[in-house]
């Protein structure tokens, strides 16, 4: 298989370089852009000037804001740069689709896969290339927040929303070098909203013809010194039963609600002029009715997660080669299962986890290319399940690990970073994690990428201590990624390119098939995917991507596919200016068919569904404007987790104000 | 009191490699590397410091023959001294080759701007006095500015023979 992906590599590097070489022209038309680019820069600083003719002299820094990334390297870097499958949504495409509920927005890219629990505010699942839902670190403004209270530490993506998100970062392939345990096959980084975010005030409303209504409101004030960002966001739908119909007579269901609040501040301030704090928080509490989807469509339970989290930075940075960051972060975790009145009905449970977090790195600039980065970070987190049933007591762990990286860059030709991390964890002893990434950028605007990197994932609290099932002698899971891939410009207007990425278990905790205990058992678990993808520029903001994944993730002993992931996935997105104050967004979805379960059932196989969303906005005035969206405009019945509807066709209106 | 204890040695360890490596910067200090790590933080360590005299770029000989080769200016002052054409120059390339720090909030949230120093040279006195005139962007341009404006070399104030003041602009651009 790898061999075959290696030729195939191959033949796309040797055809798109020959297309490149007969785009030569095209080319130098992007390189006299880019000087007119670097000729506006200079107008804008002619423009800064007095009129007087004065010495003058300037401290220049190589930043490019709309083209940075952070997650890939722990530091700012030029996305163009970054060697490992990186995935962007920006803020001004989140804000395009009119969606800001992580599971939908992330659903849009093909070599992402979710499966939730019917609506919106259901248990919701991210299959990170494919990967189990527990192996992607997930993580605000860099600070993990993986939901202490899941037993197999996986995050419930219904708690996450993007309104008053800058971007978020997707990078595919193992980071726990730099990022620590969990991320075994990648990580999610919400990157919040700055200085960059306009002052002033923004407030969206909308309501639908189901009687769904979202509402938002965001608050930004920026000073020479600071700046203050605060957004509040409540959905609320009643509008169907997440239960699947067909297995029910109408009159069996009810209409589920699902309530969501959603908090997320952050604020700046420069101490002194090399000193810059940064503290960020975010809420979000999840009331949802509990459905056991094909099983029972309960009518009085409810399901109530409630996730707080605080993090704070300190950043000492003299000049632009060496920064000094401290920071910590407290999370808290609740989920309680129970019937309206507090009693425990045929679901319950009461989880309660806490989380303490702090780290110091160093980054140094050693040279024109090279910068080291090295830190320590420590970590413990607690346990404990509140209802009476309880099968243990409060519980912590901690652990603390050590890890550098080395990094070299020379703008446009290439990219070289190789670290390592050694983490200790309480119980489950030590681990060493390794990374290497390397992107060689040719004249002909061709990027080839490749990496290859271990992780791990700490046993949970639960997987340890469990008096039924857990086991205090699992040790981490561990994994090993690869990735490849080949990027090219194509003139100024076409983006073309593919990766490949390939993961597998070299020990993965599991459930003893009998007695139900944790157990290790090795690595079963292999995954292959291959993503092409497209886009083509109309100008800076339009544009039309498409994009393709085949998967074939398999256990190992049985050959069986892992559950919930469709073989193949096409995702494509279109905004295009109708006018100069209407606007079209339209994104379409296929997913094959997949299994819901281990053993490939055929009874509970999934079928395949196609997925159309569109938003027609109208900028009245740049204060206010109004959008009409549609979501499931062919009004499929599909499941992502079997018995669980989905909604059908649903007409939104929606206005937004600013001042 | 595991987690209290944990904490303390993770601290101190992160403290100790923090040192560790600021030696290695001022180890390193001799390396010509004319990047901005030596050229400003080193530069100013140093000069905090008072252990390392101040990088020597001025240069009397060449000062003194700048100020001759200016007619109509020669005219106007006595031959051995030093006119504000040359001074002008010679700070110039004071904030050429060592600019301020962009200020770690700026940088970070790509603000732009500059900041007009005035620099008065009164006869008699080796240092000068140093005002922001004008700003644009953030008030931490002034800071900065400042800041690097204290510890350019003014030992050829000395010199003057009468009091000169002159413009000096740092522009704050990212590019």
Known sequence: MIKKFTVLLAIIFIVTNVIAQENVSDSVDTESSDSSVEQNETNKSDALSSPEKENSSSTSQDVESSDIVVTASKMETDIKSVAVPISVFSNERINNSGVATSSEVLAGDSSLYVAKNGGIGGLSSLFLGGAPSNAASVMIDGFRINDITQPSG??????????????????????????????????INVVTNDYSEEDGVKIIGE?????????????????????????????????????????????????????????????????????????VCYYS???????EGAYQDYSDQKNISEMSFAGAKIIFEPTEKFSLNTKVSYTVVSRIIDNDDGSYGAYYGEFYGTKKFVESNMSLGLGKFNKILIGADFSSEDFESGDSYSKFNKKDVYSYSAFGSNNLEIKDVLYFQLGGRYYKNELSGSTFTYQ?????????????????????????????????????????EKTFTATAGIEQAIGKKFQLGNEYFYMKYDDMIVSNSSTYVFEMAGGNVKI???????KYLYNKKEYLSVKYSYLNAEYKDTEKKLERRPK??????????????TSLYVTYIYN????????????????????????????????????????????????????????????????EVKF | MQFKLIFTISFLLSVLTHLIVLGSIVLFSNWEDKDILTQNMIFRMTVASEKIAKPKIYDEDKLMSSSKSNGSNSNQEPNNSIDSTAVKKY?????????????????????????????????????????????????????????????????????????????????????
């Open chain 1, 207 to 279: 309501y639908s013809n189901e009687k769904t209504h979202d509402e938002r409101v965001a608050v930004s004030e920026k000073g020479e010194r600071g700046y203050l960002n605060l957004n509040f966001s409540h959905y609320y739908s009643n509008a169907y039963s997440k239960a699947d119909s067909q297995k029910y007579s109408g009159d069996e269901l009810e209409n589920d609600s699902d309530r969501i609040y959603n908090f997320l501040g952050k604020g700046g301030f420069a101490l002194t002029d090399t000193i810059l704090t940064e503290a």
């Open chain 1, 528 to 534: 292959h995917q291959v993503t092409f993808y497209g």
């Open chain 1, 436 to 476: 290497a990434a390397l992107s060689l950028q040719f004249p002909s605007n061709t990027v080839l990428k490749g990496s290859v990197s271990t992780g791990y994932k700490a046993p949970t609290i639960y997987q340890l201590y469990d008096k039924t099932y857990g086991n205090e002698k699992l040790d981490s």
């Open chain 1, 568 to 581: 193949h996935k096409v995702g494509t997105e279109l905004f295009k200016k109708l006018t100069g104050s």
């Open chain 1, 285 to 291: 509490k999840n009331d949802i009715e509990v459905d």
């Open chain 2, 91 to 175: 700070i110039s390339e004071f904030a050429k080759n060592y600019p301020p720090a962009y200020p770690v909030f700026c940088r970070r949230n790509s603000i732009e701007g500059y900041v007009l120093l005035k620099i008065t040279f009164v006869v008699g006195s080796s240092n000068p006095i140093i005002v922001a005139e004008k700003y644009s962007g953030s008030k931490l341009f002034i800071n900065a500015a400042l800041k690097a404006a204290e510890q350019w070399d003014y030992s050829f104030a000395g010199n003057l023979s009468r009091n000169i003041s002159i413009s000096q602009k740092i522009i704050f651009s990212l590019n």
């Open chain 1, 592 to 655: 094959s068919k997949r299994y819901d379960d281990k053993d490939n059932t055929d009874s509970k196989k999934l079928c395949s569904y196609h997925l159309v969303n569109l938003k027609g906005q109208y900028e009245y005035s740049e204060m206010i404007s109004g959008y009409v969206r549609v979501e499931n405009l062919l009004n499929e019945k599909y499941q992502e987790v079997y018995g669980y509807a989905v909604p059908g066709t649903e007409l939104f209106g929606g206005v």
């Open chain 1, 154 to 187: 996986g995050f419930n993506y219904s708690l996450l929303n993007f309104f008053g998100v800058k971007q978020v970062e997707v990078v595919k392939g193992a980071q726990s070098t730099l990022y620590g345990t969990d991320a075994l096959s990648g990580v």
